[in-house]
């Protein structure tokens, strides 16, 4: 399974995150991934295998080449993540409010 760090991790190299942000256009070969990147078609299969082992692309054979496109579901361990501290803030705000109204209202001293 795909932790948030893995994802992280993957997302942390900007030329990664750019192959992901062209697929998510459309499925990709990685000659034609590589035509749009500042690297080669190696660097473009080792950033893809990158992205493949942390769940944010997938690929299906068209003859003697791969086909990538975005996996939208690899981002689901990072979503989760962040998600948790959405909730840890709105259940810190509730508590305080919930709180605030248990003290006694602050005077005015004129």
Partial sequence: MTTYEQVCQALGDPTRRRILEELR???????????VLPVSRPAVSQH????GDAGLVGHTASG???????????LAPLRDWLDGFWQDALDSFAEHVRASRDEPAPTADR
């Fill in 25 to 35: 256009a459309g499925p990709r070969s990685v000659a034609a991934l590589a035509e």
């Fill in 48 to 51: 893809l295998r990158v992205l």
């Fill in 64 to 74: 003697t080449r791969n086909i990538y496109h975005a996996e939208a579901a690899g």
